[in-house]
């Protein structure tokens, strides 16, 4: 089992409100992810870093945000959450090599009413 | 760019049967291919790779993949099929277009094993 977690497992919130989805890893890795698995299971890259203060957008446009002041956590911010943020949240990371597997938490999983 | 396809969405298969679930690929270059299994309500969980080497690669929980050049495929196998296997499977390349080597992962395959 990975030594990665994410907090909280499930949320349920009202339109407007600001949210943060909690994502640590205690391995060491540079490389942290953020996916969205939507209801039909496929999954979108929306944010990655290569180590401290890197962030940079992945393939699915996302207007949350993501910060990563420490190696080991790389929390995701919605500022203003709206219905069709309801999905599910799966934070990952990696050793930099080349070939190095995905090692991905338990999810978020998000319902925004 | 980088992308693989798994072209069924859900496969059926009795308990003790062998089992195999289907990818197919497109790259340029040398792929790195990757098998994640999903269990409800969890993440991803990485069961084998290929990178370079055997054609055949084995990994956890028995599974095993089977790479074709020719055929540009990668197959996901079980000799024999367990319960405890019914689960979502997604097929995984590495993108070498990028700096950062990112997975781009297919759409899934959940796999039924009955009793």
């Known amino acids: 089992e990975a030594d990665i977690y994410q907090t909280p497992r499930y949320l349920v919130i009202g339109t407007g409100k600001k949210i943060t989805l909690e994502c640590s890893q205690t391995?060491?890795?540079?490389?942290m992810y953020w996916y969205q698995q939507d209801p039909g299971m496929e999954l979108h890259l929306i944010h990655y870093s290569y180590g401290v203060n890197s962030t940079e957008k992945g393939d699915l446009s996302s207007e949350s945000t993501v910060s990563r002041i420490r190696t080991e956590h790389f929390p995701l911010t919605l500022e203003s959450a709206r219905p069709s943020h309801t999905s599910q949240y799966l934070c990952?990371?990696?050793?930099?090599?080349?070939?190095?597997?995905?090692?991905f938490g338990n999810g978020t999983r998000l319902t925004v009413t | 760019a980088q992308s693989v396809a798994q072209p069924e969405d859900q496969v059926n298969v009795a308990e003790g049967n062998p089992l195999t679930v289907k990818c197919t690929y497109s790259?340029?270059?040398?792929?790195?291919l990757f098998w994640y299994v999903q269990y409800p309500n969890r993440g991803l969980q990485f069961l084998l790779k290929?990178?370079?080497?055997?054609?055949l690669v084995k990994g956890s929980y028995g599974f095993e993949a089977e790479f074709n050049k020719s055929q540009t495929s990668f197959h996901l196998k079980k000799p024999s099929a367990l319960v405890s296997d019914s689960a979502l499977y997604f097929c995984a390349v590495r993108d070498i277009d990028t700096g950062f080597q990112k997975l781009v992962f297919g759409t899934g395959t959940r796999l039924l094993v009955s009793p």
């Open positions: 990952a990371s990696s050793h930099r090599e080349y070939g190095s597997p995905l090692h």
């Open positions: 790259v340029s270059g040398n792929p790195y």
């Open positions: 391995m060491g890795h540079d490389k």
């Open positions: 290929y990178i370079t080497g055997d054609n």
